[in-house]
C-alpha cells in the first residue's frame, strides 16, 4: 500500500466528505452508472459483483529497462489513459473499469509495473529498484514505446504515487491525473519523522519488511501475506477466491519479493536507490505542485493508513475536485468502485 509521512496522516478509522461534481462527459458511461455516481453510496463494496474477468490476450513490449506485459483496450486513436495499480494488486483492479472507458472511446493501456505479472527486467544486471522517480520513468518510456504522446493517468496506491510524480516531473506528458487517496510523493528524509501508536501500528507491514525475517516470511506466505492486506485495506470488500487469486498470479513474478522489499525499505531510508535518479528525487522531496487538472479521490472506508484532503489541498494548482465515494469502498477504489473511478477519468480528461 502506498502511504507517505510528509503530511498529516489520518486514522484508518477518520472519514472525510467532499462533493462530487457530475460532468457531461459522464454520460458516455450510461445512465445506470451516471446516476451511481450521482448517488456516491451506490458503489457499495458489499453488492459490486464485478461483470469482467479477463482483458483478452494480454501483451508485451520491450521500453526502457522492462519487457512490460499490459493489458490493452478501446481504439488505438482514441484519447490515451493509462491506468496504474498498487501493491499487494495488479492490473485486474481495472478489469471493469477498463471496459466503461473503451466503449467511451478511450484508448486504455494497464500496465504490469516492474516485480509484477509478465513485466520483467530485460538485463539481470539491473538493479531491482522501485524508487518513486524509477517507476515514473517505466511509464514515460511505456508511452514512448507506444509512441503515446499523452495521455490522462490514473490510479491507486503505488500507482497513484506514480501518477503523482509523473505529473510533476513531466507534466508535458500528462493531460490530466486521477489519484486515490491524493498527494503520496514522499522522499527518505521526509519520513523520519516517529509517529504515535495508532499510527505506527498501521504501518506495521513497512517495519516487518525493514527486517530479513520480514522478507523471508513476505516470500513464504505470499498469498496469505496478501490477501490479508487486502482485507485489512478493504475491510467492506465482500472479494472471492476467484477474484484475489486472478491478482495472486502475478506475485509469482520472480523479482517481485525484491521489488516490494526495495519499495518500502527505501522510503523508509533503510536502502538506497541508484544515483542516475537523484535529480529527479530532488526535485520530489521538496514537494512540488500538481499543476496539471487532478481529481482525487477516497473510499469511506479505506482501511490504510491515509491522509485528510485537506493536508494536500495545497499540493494541486490546477483545476481540481476530491470525490469522497462512499458505501464501504475500501483501498482498491477502482475494482470496488469502478463505475465512480472511470467517471473521475472522463471528468479529469474532460478539464484538459
Known sequence: MSTHHNEAIDRPRR????????????????????????????????????????????????????????????????????????????????VDVAPL????????????????????????????????????????????????QKATVAGFDWGARTADVMAVLWPERCKAIVSVSGYLISSPAGNQTPWPPEAAFAFWYQYYFATEVGKAGYAKYLDEFNKFIWRQASPKWNFDDATYNRTAASFNNPDHVDIVMHDYRWRLGLA??????????????????????????????????HAPSTAYRARFAGKYDYRLITGGVGHNLPQEAPQAFAKAVIDADSWA
Open 15 to 94: 472519514r472525510l466528505f467532499g462533493a462530487a461534481a457530475v460532468s457531461i462527459a459522464a454520460l458516455q458511461l450510461g445512465a445506470a452508472g451516471l446516476a451511481r455516481a450521482q448517488a456516491g453510496a451506490a458503489t457499495d463494496a458489499g453488492a459490486w459483483r464485478s461483470r469482467h474477468t479477463s482483458f483478452g490476450a494480454l501483451k508485451q513490449i520491450d521500453s526502457g529497462l522492462l519487457n512490460v506485459g499490459y493489458a490493452e483496450a478501446g481504439p488505438a486513436d482514441g484519447p490515451a489513459v493509462i491506468l496504474l495499480h498498487g501493491w499487494p494488486y495488479d492490473i485486474y483492479s481495472f
Open 272 to 305: 538506497d536507490g541508484e544515483r542516475k535518479y537523484d535529480d529527479f528525487e530532488k526535485r520530489l522531496a521538496a514537494l512540488p505542485v500538481v499543476t496539471v487538472p487532478a481529481i482525487t479521490m477516497e473510499g469511506d472506508s479505506n482501511g490504510a493508513i
Open 101 to 148: 472507458l473503451a466503449s467511451a472511446g478511450y484508448h486504455v493501456v494497464i500496465p504490469f509495473l516492474r516485480g509484477y505479472g509478465t513485466t520483467s527486467f530485460l538485463s539481470s544486471a539491473s538493479m531491482r529498484n522501485a524508487q518513486q522517480s524509477a517507476v515514473g520513468l517505466d511509464i514515460i518510456a511505456l508511452m514512448d514505446a507506444l509512441k503515446i
